[in-house]
């Protein structure tokens, strides 16, 4: 058996965590990570009958059943992971039934997965129906996103537009544009799904006053698209008191689509 602490996916958690922190985006408790592993590097590093606790879920999750996923814990900092990473994450695994799951490797100190667990969950079968590859979901609260919640429409196609509009780069690594969500309590399974709804079709859904899941088939696809519309929702801060003189185009952004052979979200553009 190989030394789990030295696991890619293990270090790939501490990195990003850490990563995320820096960039001001999991204040506190806030933000969680889940990571749905391949089965035989899981089992290169833990031993899969050796189970150390079993938690119920309360929907179906069976889409899911038996595969393993490495999940942040609830109640804890993303400050902290790097350094203790079995107290403030774990490796799951959902039970054949998909009514609970099995941790086989860290939550050490009594705690268990992040209170988010059945959004991740639903958004991962979701995304997988879309994309077999996909593989991460990445929740965070990263601060112009959050802030744009509240000053801008919550038209999904309105809010696409104005951050397609405030980089060139982003209709090009979302396309499909972001899904809304309005205000909800979180932690439930009614948030999960309406946005395993949003996700299934969007890799990136927006909770309005609250933040940001991004979905992607790599750690670095589901956080590259995070930070892709932090950016643009940054520039859309900074600008948005002062008069605009010009922006993308319509029919910039169709060339920007055909120049890149990608399809952008259909009826969002004019032209
Ligand atoms: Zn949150």
């Known amino acids: 058996m190989n030394n789990i602490f030295e696991a890619p996916f293990v270090k790939e958690m501490c990195d990003t965590t850490a990563n995320m922190y820096r960039l001001g985006w999991d204040e506190r408790n806030g933000g969680n990570i889940s990571y749905l592993l391949d089965p035989a590097m899981a089992e290169a590093y833990l031993d899969p009958k050796t189970v150390l606790r079993t938690l119920p879920l309360d929907f179906d999750a069976s889409p899911l059943a038996g595969r393993y996923l490495i999940v942040t814990a609830t109640g804890k900092y993303f400050k902290n992971v790097a350094g203790c990473p079995q107290n403030n994450m774990g490796v799951i695994r959902i039970r054949p039934d998909g009514k609970a799951y099995d941790i086989l490797w860290g939550f050490a100190d009594g705690s268990r997965p992040t209170s988010e667990l059945p959004t991740h969950l639903m958004n991962h079968i979701a995304r997988l129906k879309a994309d077999p590859e996909h593989r991460v979901v990445m929740h965070c609260h990263p601060l112009n996103i959050l802030a744009m919640t509240y000053v801008h429409d919550l038209d999904e196609k309105a809010f696409t537009k104005t951050l397609w509009r405030m980089s060139t780069e982003?209709?090009?690594?979302?396309?499909?544009?972001?899904?809304?969500?309005?205000?909800?309590?979180?932690?439930?399974?009614?948030?999960?799904?309406?946005?395993?709804?949003?996700?299934k079709d969007h890799r990136v859904v927006l909770w309005a006053a609250h933040g940001i899941f991004g979905t992607g088939e790599t750690m670095d696809e589901a956080f590259g698209l995070i930070e892709t519309v932090e950016k643009a929702a940054q520039v859309f801060m900074t600008i948005g008191q002062m008069p605009i003189r010009q922006s993308i185009t319509d029919p910039q952004l169709a060339d920007l689509c055909h120049a890149f052979k990608i399809q952008p979200r259909a009826g969002y553009l004019n032209v």
Do not use: R, S, Y
């Open 170 to 199: 982003c209709i090009v690594v979302f396309p499909e544009g972001v899904g809304v969500l309005p205000w909800m309590v979180c932690g439930n399974d009614a948030i999960g799904e309406a946005t395993a709804k949003k996700i």
